[in-house]
Protein backbone atom coordinates (compact mmCIF):
# COMPACT_ATOMS: atom_id res chain seq x y z
CA UNK A 1 0.00 0.00 0.00
CA UNK A 2 1.47 3.13 -1.10
CA UNK A 3 0.30 5.60 1.65
CA UNK A 4 1.89 8.69 0.00
CA UNK A 5 -0.27 8.62 -2.92
CA UNK A 6 -2.80 8.68 -1.16
CA UNK A 7 -1.87 12.47 -0.10
CA UNK A 8 -1.73 13.54 -3.50
CA UNK A 9 -4.22 16.51 -4.15
CA UNK A 10 -5.14 16.82 -0.96
CA UNK A 11 -5.07 19.69 0.95
CA UNK A 12 -3.18 19.70 4.29
CA UNK A 13 -2.66 23.07 6.87
CA UNK A 14 0.11 22.32 9.37
CA UNK A 15 0.34 24.68 12.35
CA UNK A 16 4.09 25.20 14.48
CA UNK A 17 5.54 24.40 10.74
CA UNK A 18 8.93 27.11 11.12
CA UNK A 19 10.80 24.39 12.38
CA UNK A 20 11.11 20.86 13.46
CA UNK A 21 8.42 18.32 13.20
CA UNK A 22 5.92 20.82 11.57
CA UNK A 23 8.47 21.23 8.91
CA UNK A 24 9.32 17.77 8.62
CA UNK A 25 5.72 17.05 8.35
CA UNK A 26 4.88 19.95 5.64
CA UNK A 27 7.69 18.71 3.50
CA UNK A 28 6.89 15.34 3.47
CA UNK A 29 3.07 15.73 2.53
CA UNK A 30 4.80 18.15 -0.84
CA UNK A 31 6.88 15.62 -1.95
CA UNK A 32 3.92 13.40 -2.55
CA UNK A 33 2.20 15.91 -4.12
CA UNK A 34 -0.31 17.80 -1.50
CA UNK A 35 -1.17 21.30 -1.09
CA UNK A 36 0.52 22.30 1.90
CA UNK A 37 -0.32 25.41 3.69
CA UNK A 38 1.97 26.35 6.62
CA UNK A 39 1.24 28.14 9.56
CA UNK A 40 3.38 29.58 12.42
CA UNK A 41 4.06 33.06 14.06
CA UNK A 42 7.91 32.95 12.54
CA UNK A 43 7.46 34.17 9.43
CA UNK A 44 10.81 34.55 7.73
CA UNK A 45 11.30 30.32 8.57
CA UNK A 46 7.40 29.94 6.55
CA UNK A 47 8.53 31.58 3.35
CA UNK A 48 11.76 30.31 3.24
CA UNK A 49 10.17 26.65 3.70
CA UNK A 50 7.40 27.46 1.34
CA UNK A 51 10.19 28.57 -1.36
CA UNK A 52 11.57 25.15 -0.84
CA UNK A 53 8.39 23.26 -0.99
CA UNK A 54 7.42 24.51 -4.35
CA UNK A 55 10.43 22.39 -5.61
CA UNK A 56 9.61 18.90 -4.41
CA UNK A 57 6.34 18.67 -5.89
CA UNK A 58 3.97 20.31 -3.58
CA UNK A 59 0.89 20.95 -5.61
CA UNK A 60 0.74 24.54 -3.85
CA UNK A 61 2.85 25.71 -0.87
CA UNK A 62 1.53 28.61 1.08
CA UNK A 63 2.32 30.14 3.73
CA UNK A 64 0.05 31.94 7.11
CA UNK A 65 0.38 34.15 9.83
CA UNK A 66 -0.03 31.96 12.98
CA UNK A 67 -0.52 32.12 16.43
CA UNK A 68 -2.71 29.42 17.48
CA UNK A 69 -3.36 30.62 21.30
CA UNK A 70 -5.05 33.88 19.82
CA UNK A 71 -8.86 33.07 18.40
CA UNK A 72 -8.67 36.13 16.08
CA UNK A 73 -5.70 34.73 14.51
CA UNK A 74 -6.62 30.79 14.03
CA UNK A 75 -9.59 32.32 12.08
CA UNK A 76 -7.90 34.57 10.15
CA UNK A 77 -5.57 31.82 9.06
CA UNK A 78 -7.57 28.98 7.73
CA UNK A 79 -9.63 31.78 6.15
CA UNK A 80 -6.50 32.51 4.47
CA UNK A 81 -5.69 28.73 3.95
CA UNK A 82 -9.03 28.19 1.96
CA UNK A 83 -8.80 31.10 -0.11
CA UNK A 84 -5.75 30.01 -1.34
CA UNK A 85 -5.97 26.34 -1.74
CA UNK A 86 -9.43 25.62 -1.37
CA UNK A 87 -11.35 23.69 1.13
CA UNK A 88 -8.60 21.69 3.54
CA UNK A 89 -8.69 17.95 3.76
CA UNK A 90 -6.34 17.66 6.89
CA UNK A 91 -5.24 19.44 9.50
CA UNK A 92 -2.10 18.86 11.45
CA UNK A 93 -1.71 20.67 15.10
CA UNK A 94 1.43 20.37 15.86
CA UNK A 95 2.35 23.82 17.30
CA UNK A 96 3.74 22.93 20.79
CA UNK A 97 6.59 24.38 23.10
CA UNK A 98 8.32 22.62 25.84
CA UNK A 99 8.83 25.03 28.97
CA UNK A 100 11.42 26.37 31.06
CA UNK A 101 12.09 22.49 32.47
CA UNK A 102 11.90 23.50 36.48
CA UNK A 103 10.25 21.57 39.34
CA UNK A 104 6.23 21.93 39.67
CA UNK A 105 7.22 24.20 42.81
CA UNK A 106 9.58 26.46 41.00
CA UNK A 107 7.20 26.77 37.70
CA UNK A 108 5.52 30.45 37.59
CA UNK A 109 1.85 30.45 37.04
CA UNK A 110 2.97 32.36 34.14
CA UNK A 111 4.85 30.10 32.57
CA UNK A 112 2.35 26.95 33.23
CA UNK A 113 -0.29 29.24 31.32
CA UNK A 114 1.92 29.90 28.62
CA UNK A 115 2.84 25.96 27.68
CA UNK A 116 -1.14 25.57 27.99
CA UNK A 117 -2.02 28.51 25.74
CA UNK A 118 -0.36 27.07 22.19
CA UNK A 119 0.00 23.26 23.61
CA UNK A 120 -3.84 22.86 24.37
CA UNK A 121 -5.79 25.67 23.92
CA UNK A 122 -4.07 26.16 20.54
CA UNK A 123 -4.94 22.76 19.82
CA UNK A 124 -8.81 23.58 20.91
CA UNK A 125 -8.97 26.47 19.01
CA UNK A 126 -7.84 25.05 15.00
CA UNK A 127 -9.73 21.43 15.59
CA UNK A 128 -12.90 23.75 16.53
CA UNK A 129 -12.46 26.53 14.13
CA UNK A 130 -12.14 23.79 11.07
CA UNK A 131 -14.84 21.35 12.30
CA UNK A 132 -16.90 24.46 12.28
CA UNK A 133 -15.98 24.75 8.65
CA UNK A 134 -16.38 21.35 7.26
CA UNK A 135 -20.19 21.30 9.08
CA UNK A 136 -21.01 24.47 7.59
CA UNK A 137 -19.96 22.85 4.08
CA UNK A 138 -21.59 19.45 4.28
CA UNK A 139 -18.08 18.20 4.57
CA UNK A 140 -15.59 15.69 6.53
CA UNK A 141 -12.65 16.18 7.39
CA UNK A 142 -9.12 14.66 9.25
CA UNK A 143 -7.30 16.23 12.54
CA UNK A 144 -3.74 14.64 13.33
CA UNK A 145 -3.16 16.00 17.13
CA UNK A 146 0.82 15.77 17.59
CA UNK A 147 0.84 14.63 21.61
CA UNK A 148 3.65 12.95 23.36
CA UNK A 149 4.41 9.59 24.99
CA UNK A 150 4.75 12.18 28.01
CA UNK A 151 1.04 12.54 27.69
CA UNK A 152 0.75 9.19 28.49
CA UNK A 153 3.97 9.04 31.05
CA UNK A 154 5.62 11.52 32.70
CA UNK A 155 9.13 12.80 33.65
CA UNK A 156 10.18 15.11 36.20
CA UNK A 157 10.67 18.63 35.75
CA UNK A 158 7.95 19.30 32.69
CA UNK A 159 5.10 19.24 34.33
CA UNK A 160 3.19 21.72 32.13
CA UNK A 161 4.32 20.05 28.94
CA UNK A 162 3.11 16.68 30.85
CA UNK A 163 -0.40 17.97 31.40
CA UNK A 164 -0.91 19.75 28.54
CA UNK A 165 -0.21 16.29 26.24
CA UNK A 166 -2.01 14.35 27.97
CA UNK A 167 -5.28 17.12 27.93
CA UNK A 168 -4.56 16.59 23.72
CA UNK A 169 -4.82 12.96 24.59
CA UNK A 170 -8.14 13.65 25.88
CA UNK A 171 -9.14 16.00 23.52
CA UNK A 172 -8.83 14.05 20.57
CA UNK A 173 -11.05 11.10 22.38
CA UNK A 174 -13.57 13.22 23.18
CA UNK A 175 -13.82 15.70 20.00
CA UNK A 176 -13.62 12.40 17.32
CA UNK A 177 -16.32 11.35 19.98
CA UNK A 178 -18.59 14.26 18.88
CA UNK A 179 -17.70 14.39 15.37
CA UNK A 180 -17.41 11.19 14.15
CA UNK A 181 -21.33 11.46 12.96
CA UNK A 182 -20.13 14.00 10.50
CA UNK A 183 -17.63 12.70 8.97
CA UNK A 184 -14.60 13.98 11.15
CA UNK A 185 -12.50 11.76 12.05
CA UNK A 186 -9.87 12.94 14.94
CA UNK A 187 -6.95 10.77 15.91
CA UNK A 188 -3.20 11.73 17.36
CA UNK A 189 0.37 10.89 16.97
CA UNK A 190 2.28 10.59 20.29
CA UNK A 191 5.85 10.65 19.94
CA UNK A 192 8.67 9.75 22.57
CA UNK A 193 12.43 10.95 22.28
CA UNK A 194 13.22 11.69 18.27
CA UNK A 195 16.71 13.69 18.15
CA UNK A 196 16.37 17.24 16.30
CA UNK A 197 18.89 19.68 16.56
CA UNK A 198 17.62 21.22 19.75
CA UNK A 199 18.12 17.70 21.79
CA UNK A 200 21.08 16.31 20.14
CA UNK A 201 23.55 17.97 22.55
CA UNK A 202 21.20 16.27 25.54
CA UNK A 203 21.15 12.99 23.85
CA UNK A 204 25.10 12.99 23.34
CA UNK A 205 25.82 13.66 27.58
CA UNK A 206 26.29 10.88 29.95
CA UNK A 207 22.29 12.08 30.63
CA UNK A 208 21.35 11.54 27.18
CA UNK A 209 22.83 8.43 26.58
CA UNK A 210 21.33 6.95 29.83
CA UNK A 211 18.16 7.77 28.92
CA UNK A 212 18.52 6.13 25.49
CA UNK A 213 19.26 2.75 27.84
CA UNK A 214 15.84 2.88 28.94
CA UNK A 215 14.35 2.69 25.49
CA UNK A 216 13.92 -1.02 24.51
CA UNK A 217 15.47 0.09 20.72
CA UNK A 218 18.22 1.68 22.10
CA UNK A 219 18.42 4.58 20.06
CA UNK A 220 16.04 7.62 19.67
CA UNK A 221 14.02 8.32 16.60
CA UNK A 222 14.31 10.14 13.75
CA UNK A 223 11.61 12.54 12.10
CA UNK A 224 11.93 9.86 9.37
CA UNK A 225 10.51 7.08 11.81
CA UNK A 226 7.63 9.03 11.96
CA UNK A 227 6.18 9.19 8.63
CA UNK A 228 4.68 5.69 8.28
CA UNK A 229 2.35 6.56 11.25
CA UNK A 230 1.72 10.05 9.82
CA UNK A 231 0.97 8.87 6.60
CA UNK A 232 -1.53 6.12 8.02
CA UNK A 233 -3.63 9.04 9.98
CA UNK A 234 -3.59 11.53 7.40
CA UNK A 235 -5.13 9.72 4.62
CA UNK A 236 -8.15 7.50 4.01
CA UNK A 237 -5.36 4.01 5.02
CA UNK A 238 -6.82 5.03 8.31
CA UNK A 239 -10.57 5.61 7.08
CA UNK A 240 -12.31 3.50 10.03
CA UNK A 241 -9.85 5.35 12.81
CA UNK A 242 -10.96 7.88 15.00
CA UNK A 243 -10.10 9.00 18.71
CA UNK A 244 -6.82 6.50 18.46
CA UNK A 245 -3.86 7.58 19.89
CA UNK A 246 -0.64 5.94 18.17
CA UNK A 247 2.81 5.97 20.04
CA UNK A 248 6.23 6.18 17.86
CA UNK A 249 8.71 5.34 20.49
CA UNK A 250 11.18 2.67 20.16
CA UNK A 251 9.08 0.91 22.79
CA UNK A 252 9.54 3.45 25.71
CA UNK A 253 6.10 2.91 27.29
CA UNK A 254 5.90 -0.40 27.59
CA UNK A 255 9.52 -0.26 29.30
CA UNK A 256 10.10 -1.36 33.00
CA UNK A 257 8.99 1.24 35.69
Known amino acids: MDLGARLRGKRLFVTGASGGLGAHFATLAARHGAAVVVGARRRARLDALVADLGGLGAAAAVAVDLDVADEVSVAAALSAAEDAVGPLDVVVNNAGIGGEGRAAVETAASDFDAVMATNLRGVWLVATEAARRWRAA????????????LGLRVAGHVA???VSKAGVVQMTKTLALEWARHGIRVNALAPGYIETDINAGFLASEAGQALLKRIPMRRAGTPDDLDGPFLLLATDASAWMTGSVVTVDGGHLVSSL
Open 138 to 149: GRGGTIVNIASI
Open 160 to 162: PYC
